[in-house]
């Protein structure tokens, strides 16, 4: 598992990680650990390196996503609403990985979650229409969710998706109210308030 620290004397993020033929490295990034930029690129670099290490380990039979997800969903929601909606979102990230050949948690990769936006937000329906990018960031924190229960459950090592940070889109500005719209609201609140006062005695 890959991991960044600190060395005294040293302004550099370091990371230890295991390569291909599993030897372990220790070496430092070249990102500066006092530099939020630097800090940022160098997560990405554990990430990545971190990514490699989990697609050598054998996918463990009977880890596959649909022997546990659904049951997760259902045991994870408190109230009916969020468990249809998660099961909605879940549709979508299951179509993509099986569109992705990624069949247990152990196969998925940083760089993978971060492909997931933009395949979700230029995918059509039969209607023609796509989905708003935050749309697909709240699924990709589903599935970050998901592969944290995976992580629990010993389907795989850790989270790669877990610490990715994607910008959403800045909602629509609203209009302000004219001067007449105050007026009317203002008078339909002064009649609901008759009427309630109407009504309880």
Same mark, same amino acid.
């Given at each position: 598992?890959?991991?960044?620290y600190?060395?005294?004397?040293?302004?550099?993020?370091?990371?230890?990680?295991?390569?291909?033929?599993?030897?372990?490295?220790? =070496?430092?990034?070249?990102?500066?650990?006092?530099?939020?930029n630097d800090?940022?690129?160098?997560?990405?670099?554990?990430?990545?390196?971190?990514?490699?290490?989990?697609?050598?380990?054998?996918?463990?039979?009977?880890?596959?996503?649909?022997?546990?997800?659904?049951?997760?969903?259902?045991?994870?929601?408190?109230?009916?609403?969020?468990?249809?909606?998660?099961?909605?979102?879940?549709?979508?990230?299951?179509?993509?990985?099986?569109?992705?050949?990624?069949?247990?948690?152990?196969?998925?990769?940083?760089?993978?979650?971060?492909?997931?936006?933009?395949?979700?937000?230029?995918?059509?329906?039969?209607?023609?229409?796509?989905?708003?990018?935050?749309?697909?960031?709240?699924?990709?924190?589903?599935?970050?969710?998901?592969?944290?229960?995976?992580?629990?459950?010993?389907?795989?090592?850790?989270?790669?998706?877990?610490?990715?940070?994607?910008?959403?889109?800045?909602?629509? =500005?609203?209009?302000?109210?004219?001067?007449?719209?105050?007026?009317?609201?203002?008078?339909?609140?002064?009649?609901?308030?008759?009427?309630?006062r109407?009504?309880?005695?």
């Amino acid at each position: 598992m890959a991991y960044l620290y600190c060395k005294n004397r040293s302004p550099f993020w370091y990371i230890q990680y295991v390569d291909s033929d599993r030897k372990k490295h220790d =070496k430092s990034t070249g990102f500066r650990a006092d530099d939020p930029n630097d800090t940022v690129k160098a997560k990405i670099l554990r990430a990545e390196l971190e990514a490699k290490e989990y697609q050598r380990v054998p996918v463990v039979n009977g880890a596959g996503w649909d022997t546990w997800v659904p049951k997760f969903l259902a045991r994870h929601c408190e109230t009916k609403e969020t468990f249809v909606r998660y099961e909605d979102a879940w549709k979508w990230i299951a179509l993509w990985l099986q569109r992705q050949r990624i069949h247990a948690p152990r196969q998925l990769t940083y760089r993978l979650g971060v492909e997931y936006v933009d395949w979700r937000t230029n995918f059509k329906k039969r209607t023609g229409k796509t989905v708003r990018r935050n749309t697909a960031i709240l699924e990709l924190k589903l599935l970050s969710l998901i592969t944290g229960e995976a992580v629990r459950m010993g389907h795989a090592d850790a989270n790669p998706i877990v610490s990715i940070k994607i910008r959403r889109e800045k909602s629509a =500005k609203k209009p302000e109210l004219t001067d007449q719209e105050i007026v009317e609201i203002r008078q339909a609140l002064r009649e609901e308030r008759s009427g309630c006062r109407y009504l309880s005695t």
